[in-house]
């Protein structure tokens, strides 16, 4: 899985499956948590936040999941699809600023 | 509605001169970011305007860097005397503040020759 400053991990998932990227975060005061999903070529694209209130939080197709206990976040993508391939990274927030993670590519075999 | 929009898109320029690299944020977003990213990097910041307050400019990697923003609105990152290390994409982002997630623009591609 992904953490701030480690280098870019792969994970390559059938069309159709399920896919899980997780993210270890640092900062236990972090508050807010957000995952984004970049495509090659684009800036970095919203998909879903959570509060650290909050242990899990569902979207269209995505959940993410909040463990403070292990200071641990993962982003599930129900039924993988083509365009599901990119870079998709954490970001936790404290106070005005925003650490993010390096990523993680996902390939979506059709 | 429009979102972040940046320009230039793509910008080349020769070791030694300067460039301005431009960023319209969402408007009634409060808040507005710049970040470096390289290859195979996480974002790097570099600098934070929100509302009326003093920038925090502790993410700029040297003074050749600086920035403005006018009016609250539009921000313009400048690099003077640009060296090869400066290769890199920009990206602006802004937000509605506190807890709000960021949008980003597309960014701008830095290559210096």
């Known amino acids: 899985g992904e953490s701030v400053g480690l280098h870019l991990p792969t994970l390559s998932v059938q069309e159709g499956d399920n896919s899980i990227i997780n993210c270890a975060y640092s900062?236990?005061?972090?508050?807010?948590f957000i995952w984004y999903k970049q495509e090659s070529g684009k800036g970095p694209q919203f998909i879903i936040d959570?509060?650290?209130?909050?242990d899990k939080r569902q979207g269209q197709r995505v959940t993410v999941l909040l463990n403070k206990t292990v200071k641990h976040l993962s982003l599930q993508i129900a039924a993988t699809q083509p365009g599901d391939s990119a870079v998709y990274f954490c970001?936790?927030?404290?106070?005005?600023?925003?650490?993010f993670g390096t990523g993680t590519s996902l390939t979506v075999i059709p | 509605g429009a979102g972040v929009s940046q320009s230039p898109s793509n910008k080349v320029t020769e070791k030694g001169k300067d460039v301005e690299l431009r960023c319209d944020p969402i408007?009634?977003?409060?808040?507005l970011y710049w970040y470096r990213q390289s290859l195979g990097q996480g974002l790097e910041f570099l600098i934070y305007?929100?509302?009326?307050?003093?920038?925090?400019k502790s993410g700029l990697p040297s003074d050749r860097f600086s920035a403005e923003r006018t009016g609250g609105s539009v921000s313009t990152l400048t690099i003077q005397r640009t060296q090869q290390e400066d290769s890199a994409v920009y990206l602006c982002?802004?937000?509605?503040?506190?807890?709000?997630?960021?949008?980003f623009g597309n960014g701008t591609r830095l290559t210096v020759t």
């Open positions: 982002a802004s937000s509605l503040g506190m807890n709000s997630p960021l949008h």
């Open positions: 900062n236990s005061a972090s508050d807010y």
């Open positions: 959570i509060r650290s209130n909050m």
């Open positions: 970001a936790e927030n404290t106070g005005n600023q925003f650490y």
């Open positions: 408007s009634g977003h409060t808040a």
């Open positions: 305007f929100q509302g009326n307050s003093a920038p925090d």
